[in-house]
């Protein structure tokens, strides 16, 4: 399926360069009728897509993944998120499989021996549920946040998920994103001050030493195996 410049059957045409502001308009009306989410982990560049569809004042539903092994602090922030943004719907879709049962049926400390196993578990099995009642899925990723989202699009097509797959903050880097933050007082987690670019499960997810809020890097994650993905952003044109 070949996307076209990011317009279809609206009047006017909105293109990759469009200002990130534009662009999130158009997909508030030109998806209004749609089943359309913003998923997140509650990072930094979550926190900032939060933020910037929360001012326009419409419901939006935000989809988390809870996979059970979120750091407290993200806990934390979740919390607070959902209640500095009321007209927002925080929806976790997480796992429903106790990391009691996962041990009992796959081994004691799966992240260890096989964490593309522990992923597909905790994250993909449950991302294909929530996809399969979805047409429009809004993401926070950035094309320079790893080798892997280079060639990311704002608007793709999503083969995996069958979605239209739209990424606001493509084009943005991470000191733009922190920037944003500041100036907006924008709710975010606390351990991007304490070493950590990027937040995961608390089994995979280490500090980098020297990094500070604006600075990103995927070393802490899976750190010493090469996996940079854990598997939901895989194979989507991405």
């Given at each position: ?69 979120f750091f407290p602090e993200t806990y934390a922030l979740r919390d607070r998120i959902s209640e500095w943004y009321p007209h927002l719907d925080f929806v976790n879709r997480g796992t429903t499989l106790t990391p009691e049962q996962q041990a009992a049926e796959y081994g004691a400390e799966l992240w260890k021996h096989d964490s593309d196993k522990c992923c597909h578990l905790r994250k993909v099995d449950p991302m294909y549920d929530v996809m399969a009642n979805v047409d429009v899925w809004i993401t926070g ?98």
């Open positions: 399926m070949e996307m076209q410049p990011l317009a279809s059957r609206q009047e006017e045409r909105i293109t990759e360069d469009a200002p990130t502001d534009r662009l999130i308009t158009w997909t508030l009306e030109r998806f209004e009728n749609q089943r359309m989410i913003m998923t997140t982990s509650f990072g930094m560049e979550g926190c900032a897509l939060i933020d910037m569809y929360a001012r326009h004042g419409r419901p939006v539903t935000v989809v988390y993944l809870d996979t059970m092994f990723l950035r094309r320079s946040q790893s080798a892997t989202r280079a060639n990311l699009r704002i608007v793709d097509w999503d083969w995996r998920y069958q979605v239209l797959k739209i990424s606001p903050l493509a084009a943005w880097e991470r000191p733009q994103i922190w920037e944003y933050i500041q100036k907006n007082n924008v709710p975010y987690n606390e351990l991007h001050e304490k070493g950590y670019p990027t937040l995961g499960c608390t089994h995979c997810t280490k500090p980098v030493p020297g990094s500070t809020p604006g600075d990103y890097s995927r070393d802490g994650r899976w750190s010493g195996t090469g996996k940079l993905e854990c598997g939901l952003h895989d194979g989507a044109g991405i």
